[in-house]
């Protein structure tokens, strides 16, 4: 006899019962089930399957959780079984209902729809390890759905883009937040093209040189304020020599602006020993399976990164990383992605109080560090090729073709003009 599935929703609306629970027609061979909304009326059943899956330990975790993953997981389930729910009960109040004729409003006679797809997609990157994006599409999804709710994949054209745009502006979200939504559509509109889920012809997307016909994505405001100058970090570095947060962030800042995963991933490895010490080296995690071949960022060791390494109590051991307790744990991508957003956060948390003390406008994070380090680097004549390549821009800029270009005795010259 098979097991009872937990549900986490039960309710019942004129004798139509409603469950959001883990499908049970489904043997999980990899120990996880659908989430669904099962419907049972006259002795009938239907399963409306949300896209996610499962495991009932996680599952029933979700039930209880009050924050974190879990949490976000579950509201986001309880807005499917609502949504469900409420179609359900329009049909029953008009009288029209039936479970066998039931479709989901917007949801074609096929199933495909762009939440569909939207699920699909973010199921094949979580399966490759990159849950942190994958949790930026979710939240893509989850303003469509907070918009529209479901949409047939056919229905995504000009129209409904510029639809989606107007009601994020009404939303009050900015230029830049807009773009980055409408460039995650576009990318699951591709792959809806590519499995042949929607078709060509529907393309609303502007390619290469703009058309009156399609949509232009907004590029966002510019980038260049969110950083802060060579006298800011120098107030840094002197007046806060003890503090975790802001050491971290001076090491990202004199690490090329390395991003925080790559820091984390930092080792003493052989190339430690063959640069005499004088530098380290890293793949980009960012970019590490879209790049042509293996491009080696190098990091040379100044005076100030070696004094930051000090402070922070980094011990050096063959083939360690620089940070070893950091992602201690971190089992899967998707408890590494926690972790790292966790640690950027106090990160952020912290500097914004700093940059408080010292007078310094702005929501200080991580990402300053980056854009700080070109922007310090540039102020003062350095070769803009020269910082593209040192930040691993180096597949798509100008700086491809320098490649190899630059030596450690130049690295080491240029970034010891950062303080």
Known sequence: MEKKQPKMID?????????????????????????????????RQRYIQHGDKCSETDFSKAAKSGKGDLYEMRKEWERFFDHIYNSVKREVDDGTFSIVAYRQPGEPVDGITINRVFREYISNLEADGKSTTAHIYRYVLLKLEQYFGLVDADAVDKVFVNGFRRKMEEEGLSGTTQ???LRHLRSVFNYGIYKEYMKRSQYPFSQGRYRSDSVRIPAGVSRTERYLDKEDMRRLYEGYAGDKEVNMFLFSYFANGANLVDILKLRFDDYWA?????????????????TGGRVYIYIPITQWLREVMKRMGIEEKKGALLFPDALDGC????????????????IGVRMKAVCAELGIDGSVS???????????????????????QMMGHTSGSVGAHYVGMFTAEDRMKYNSMLL
């Open 11 to 43: 309710r019942v609306y004129c004798g139509v019962h409603f469950a959001l629970m883990l499908d049970p027609r489904h043997a999980p061979k990899d120990g996880k089930r659908p989430v669904c909304v099962r419907l049972t009326h006259n002795y």
């Open 179 to 181: 773009g980055i939504y």
């Open 274 to 290: 063959k640069s005499g010490k004088t530098e380290l080296r890293f793949v980009r995690q960012k970019t590490k399976d879209t």
């Open 331 to 346: 089992d899967t991508p998707d408890k590494e992605a926690k972790r790292v957003g966790q640690i950027g956060k106090n």
């Open 366 to 388: 991580m990402t300053w560090a980056r854009h700080s380090y070109k922007t310090v680097l540039i102020r003062q004549k350095v070769p803009d090729w020269f910082c593209e």
